[in-house]
């Protein structure tokens, strides 16, 4: 570049361009926080107040639908067949072990979809100190009951639901061994003291 030209610019007070701004990773989280925050504002919005009950849904009716998808779940995952009416609540209480479902929000991937409300299986362990029942091992989603109901209802296919009784039983043994439950939390949510074996 000419001297004069250079001269000229810096009088000017022309700056040259500046380099992109390095992003840190915590900066990008932030953001990525920021964006999800706002979505679920959105979201919210469009529910009519938010949590996971759908619009207009009362406490008692939620409680019923918790416990029909819950018998729906425990027979295609576990062959379990038991009548959702004969559940004092979520999660049930079925020879010995305790099962429930957990809501929450599928949000749209793709221009056009809407966000869902599922569910997921959970098996449940008891608190060592004040006996709260504590969510651990995913056992199932909704979702893929739904497809797969859709897919023999409408589609005629004969379809296979993946069973999860292995993946519980290899989960007992685990517990029973003594291993750490990677599943359970430190902490009980309810007394706040440590439960054994619990590490998340």
Request: hydrophobic letters at 30%.
């Amino acid at each position: 570049m000419s001297q004069w030209l250079k001269t000229i610019q810096d009088k000017l007070g022309k700056a040259t361009p500046a380099e992109p701004k390095q992003v840190s990773f915590r900066e990008r989280i932030e953001q990525e926080q920021e964006r999800q925050r706002d979505q679920m504002k959105m979201v919210n919005q469009r529910r009519g107040g938010g949590g996971t009950l759908m619009p207009g849904e009362s406490a008692e009716a939620a409680s019923l639908e918790d416990r029909r998808v819950l018998a729906s779940l425990l027979s295609w995952k576990l062959d379990i067949k038991a009548d959702y009416n004969e559940f004092n609540g979520n999660p049930a209480k079925i020879d010995g072990y305790w099962f429930g479902v957990k809501r929450y929000w599928k949000f749209a991937r793709q221009e056009g979809e809407e966000e869902e409300l599922s569910y997921k299986l959970h098996f449940y362990r008891r608190c060592d100190q004040c006996r709260a029942l504590v969510p651990t091992i995913e056992l199932g989603d909704y979702l893929e009951i739904k497809e797969a109901t859709r897919k023999q209802t409408l589609e005629g296919q004969n379809v296979t639901v993946h069973k999860s009784t292995a993946r519980l039983a290899s989960y007992l043994n685990d517990l029973d061994s003594g291993r750490i439950d990677p599943y359970c939390p430190r902490m009980c949510p309810s007394c706040k003291k440590l439960i054994k074996g619990g590490t998340l």
